[in-house]
């Protein structure tokens, strides 16, 4: 299986950048495309999808959100952070069966 | 507008059965593959089973291979979680969720508790 770990928490100051990182096990990029997924999942709610394909931005979601990273390597920037933005990111990759997910970053406010 | 209901959960004793339901709309259901996906009481994300579009590719997560059932109408655009063999680590709340438009999970419904307890 592809393990993918992610930091438990992360606290960042209001109006900065933060960026949230995931590590995979093994490749999850193939020739064309990077399989590495960001969700965020605020208490109470069901997780939403920000990126996919390691880069590309969700129907709907604020420009201040980004990816990037190929191979084993992914980031999310939130850039500025905004209070609305507290909550758990998780990382997927469906480069191959089963699907996982990383363990989930908890974004604070500093 | 995508939305994902889910429906049947419970609370259920080890051992027994318990059938979820999710019922899609706002998209063409039977043209997209689904998913279920779990989360346990502050845990994370737990992918469960997929099935794609005409019930012609079915996988299932170690954790739950020989107990759980994905299935779908697609006439009724519904999916389905036959759970079988009910184990406490199964308690979690589950997810149906969608690939419209990615390879991601892209929709999801509001979640179904799931309960396992004598």
């Known amino acids: 299986d592809i393990v993918l770990t992610q930091s438990p928490a992360l606290a960042v100051s209001l109006g900065q950048r933060a960026t949230i990182s995931c590590r995979a096990s093994?490749?999850?990029?193939?020739?064309?495309?990077?399989?590495m997924h960001w969700y965020q999942q605020k208490p109470g709610e069901q997780p939403k999808l920000l990126i996919y394909d390691a880069s590309n931005l969700a129907s709907g979601i604020p420009v201040r959100f980004s990816g990037s990273g190929s191979g084993t390597d992914f980031t999310l920037t939130i850039n500025p952070v905004q209070a609305d933005d507290i909550a758990t990111y998780y990382c997927?990759?469906?480069?191959?069966?089963?699907?996982?997910f990383g363990s989930g970053t908890k974004l604070e406010i500093k | 507008e995508v939305q994902l209901v889910e429906s049947g959960g419970g609370l259920v004793q080890p051992g027994r059965s318990l059938k979820l339901s999710c019922l899609a709309s706002?998209?063409?259901?039977?043209?997209?593959?689904m998913n279920w996906i779990r989360q346990a009481p502050g845990k994370g994300l737990e992918w469960v089973a997929s099935?794609?579009?005409?019930?012609?590719?079915?996988y299932y997560a170690d954790t739950v291979k020989g107990r759980f059932t994905i299935s779908r109408d697609n006439a009724k655009n519904t999916l389905y979680l036959q759970m079988t063999s009910l184990r406490s680590e199964d308690t979690a709340l589950y997810y149906c969720a969608s690939l419209i438009t990615t390879v991601a999970f892209d929709y999801w419904g509001q979640g179904v508790m799931v309960t396992v307890s004598s």
């Open positions: 099935i794609s579009s005409s019930s012609s590719y079915i």
């Open positions: 997927q990759q469906s480069r191959e069966l089963p699907l996982t």
């Open positions: 093994q490749s999850v990029s193939t020739s064309s495309y990077n399989l």
């Open positions: 706002g998209f063409t259901f039977s043209n997209y593959g």
